[in-house]
């Protein structure tokens, strides 16, 4: 996939960026305030990033086991400004969809990438000044928010950068909607280009990039999806006294009280299991009627009933 570099939505599988079309640069380093937990993640992403959508799995076990050593600040990217621009053969939408179908196959998360074909979305910027707006309501509120959205945009195929697909998953996250269109219109856009400032001081130049920092000068960047380990060893690098929580596999469906909707690859990870092995264990509760099942062309999500 070299002819994909540095656009933004064909993600490089080898690297697991999905890079800017022109990425910034700075001498300039952003500067990470230490929270009250011992170590502080910024976390550029986006919701239309395909390889951010990658790295669920990953993440959802990081929290899991260590998610009492760390606090997320999740920044917005802004990864499609527009269409005017063409880069690494990538003009229109439809030039999209097999790629985001191949990141599926890739990252065995489900990715319907018809939605480029169907209802393909002209930006991101909206869902980013969304999520600006979720944040400034409830940050906790904010990330269930965002993952709604990510479902809808990858397994229902929705264009979220249209108010009306927006709504109802505001909605489903138990946000004021209206609170939440006032601080779209007003507010939320402004943090966003205070996002994309802080982005191009820091330096980054593709999503995802995790900038992990104990609020001393001690700072390590992972950039793009990388395997469960390469985040484990930076949060043991910063805060060495870390333990890690196990996770239980007693109750095959506990997970889900954690976690209301859960991939294959996001169950396996979890609990260290190959895909083969956890595919079964959710098609038998699945059978059994405990469990719910929504299945596209590359893949399942469960969730509990």
């Known amino acids: ?24 640069s700075s001498a300039e380093g952003g500067t990470i305030k230490k929270g009250i937990k011992p170590i ?23 929290k899991l086991e260590y998610g009492e050593y760390f606090e997320i600040d999740y920044r917005m990217g802004g990864l499609l400004p527009d269409w005017s621009y063409n ?12 790629h985001w ?5 890739y990252y065995q998360m489900p990715i319907d990438g018809d ?3 169907e209802d393909p979305l ?44 927006i709504v109802p998953a505001a909605k489903q996250a138990g946000l004021d909607t209206a609170k939440m269109k006032t601080d779209y219109d007003n507010g939320a856009k402004e943090l966003f280009q205070k996002d994309l400032e802080l982005a191009r001081r820091m330096g980054v130049r593709g999503f995802p990039t995790l900038f992990f920092s104990d609020g001393t000068t001690n700072q390590l960047t992972v950039y793009g999806s990388k395997p469960y380990d390469a985040y484990e060893k930076v949060i043991l690098a ?64 469960y969730s509990k009933k």
């Open 1 to 24: 996939m070299s002819d994909t570099k540095n656009n933004a939505l064909l993600c490089d599988p080898v690297t697991g960026l999905c890079e800017m079309p022109s990425a910034p």
């Open 40 to 62: 502080t993640i910024i976390y550029y992403t986006d919701p239309i990033c395909s390889s951010c959508w990658g790295i669920e799995p990953q993440l959802r076990k990081l």
């Open 87 to 98: 880069s690494g053969g990538i003009s229109k939408p439809s030039d999209v969809a097999h």
């Open 101 to 105: 179908d191949e990141a599926s196959h």
């Open 115 to 117: 939605v480029w074909l």
């Open 122 to 165: 002209d930006s991101s910027y909206p869902s980013c000044i969304a999520m600006k707006a979720a944040q400034m309501q409830d940050p906790t509120k904010a990330i269930t928010f965002m993952r709604i959205l990510r479902e809808g945009l990858y397994l229902d195929k929705k264009n979220i950068a249209k108010w009306e697909n």
């Open 238 to 301: 910063l805060y060495p006294d870390a333990k890690k929580k196990k996770i239980s596999n007693d109750d095959p469906l506990g997970i889900f009280s954690y976690y209301p909707t859960l991939a294959v690859k996001e169950y396996a990870e979890i609990l260290n299991i190959s895909t083969t092995k956890a595919e079964e264990i959710l098609e038998q509760h699945y059978k059994k009627g405990v469990l719910n099942k929504k299945s596209i062309k590359n893949g399942s999500l």
